[in-house]
T-cell receptor, first 112, second 117 residues
Framework: AQSVTQPDIHITVSEGASLELRCNYSYGATPYLFWYVQSPGQGLQLLLKYFSGDTLVQGIKGFEAEFKRSQSSFNLRKPSVHWSDAAEYFCAVGANAGKSTFGDGTTLTVKP | GAVVSQHPSWVICKSGTSVKIECRSLDFQATTMFWYRQFPKQSLMLMATSNEGSKATYEQGVEKDKFLINHASLTLSTLTVTSAHPEDSSFYIC?????????????FGPGTRLLVL
C-alpha cells in the first residue's frame, strides 16, 4: 500500500526566509510524486511533479523539490518566501491505477 | 493550463434532500474524473473514480447508493448526494485527468462546499 507522511503540521517562517516542507512516502515501485497548494476554500493547484529523470524538479511560483530515493523523500523548497505563499501544502503519490494518496498537509504561515 | 470547474461553489440544503454537484473539464476531454472529500483541516480522501461511459469505482467505505456518480460525457461528471444529512457536510473536490499524459497528472476543480442543516 502507498502512503505519504508530512511530518510538519504547521510551519511558520518570516517573509524572505527560506522554506523547506518535508514529505516522505512509501511506495512499492517507482513513484509519481506531486506537490499541491491549497488556499482557504479553494481547490488544489499543482506546484510541481516528478515522474522520472532529473531528481531536482522546478515548479511554479519559485518552488522546487528534490526526489531522494534512498530517503524516500520529496521535500519542497523555496529560497525566499512571500506573504502570498501562506496556504496549505499537500504532498501526494500517484498510483498507476489513477488514484492519488495525499499527505495530511502542512499549513504554512508567513510572518511579516 | 487545463481548467476544471465545479458548480455550485457552495450549497446549503435541508436534511433529507438530494444535492447534485457538477464537475466540468472546460478545455480538454477527460475520460477519467475523480471525486474527493475534504473535512476541515484534513487531507483529501478519494471517494470514487468516474469513468466516462461506465460505472464509477468507489473506494472502500464509500456508499455508492448515497453518492451517485454519473460521467455522461467526456467533459462532465456529476456527484449526487442523496438524502443528505448533516454528517455529509464537507468540501467536495473533483479532478479530471487528460488522456495521453504520462503519470497521473490531474487538474482539480475549485471545490464545492456543502452544508446540510
Amino acid at each position: 500500500a502507498q502512503s505519504v507522511t508530512q511530518p510538519d503540521i504547521h510551519i511558520t517562517v518570516s517573509e524572505g526566509a527560506s522554506l523547506e516542507l518535508r514529505c516522505n512516502y512509501s511506495y512499492g515501485a517507482t513513484p509519481y510524486l506531486f506537490w499541491y497548494v491549497q488556499s482557504p476554500g479553494q481547490g488544489l493547484q499543482l506546484l510541481l511533479k516528478y515522474f522520472s529523470g532529473d531528481t531536482l524538479v522546478q515548479g511554479i511560483k519559485g518552488f522546487e523539490a528534490e526526489f531522494k530515493r534512498s530517503q524516500s523523500s520529496f521535500n519542497l523548497r523555496k529560497p525566499s518566501v512571500h506573504w502570498s505563499d501562506a496556504a496549505e501544502y499537500f504532498c501526494a503519490v500517484g498510483a498507476n491505477a489513477g488514484k492519488s494518496t495525499f499527505g495530511d498537509g502542512t499549513t504554512l504561515t508567513v510572518k511579516p | 493550463g487545463a481548467v476544471v470547474s465545479q458548480h455550485p461553489s457552495w450549497v446549503i440544503c435541508k436534511s433529507g434532500t438530494s444535492v447534485k454537484i457538477e464537475c466540468r473539464s472546460l478545455d480538454f476531454q477527460a475520460t477519467t474524473m475523480f471525486w474527493y472529500r475534504q473535512f476541515p483541516k484534513q487531507s483529501l480522501m478519494l471517494m470514487a473514480t468516474s469513468n466516462e461511459g461506465s460505472k464509477a469505482t468507489y473506494e472502500q467505505g464509500v456508499e455508492k447508493d448515497k453518492f451517485l456518480i454519473n460521467h455522461a460525457s467526456l467533459t462532465l461528471s456529476t456527484l449526487t448526494v442523496t438524502s443528505a444529512h448533516p454528517e455529509d457536510s464537507s468540501f467536495y473536490i473533483c479532478s479530471a485527468r487528460p488522456p495521453g499524459l504520462a503519470g497521473e497528472t490531474q487538474y482539480f476543480g475549485p471545490g464545492t462546499r456543502l452544508l446540510v442543516l
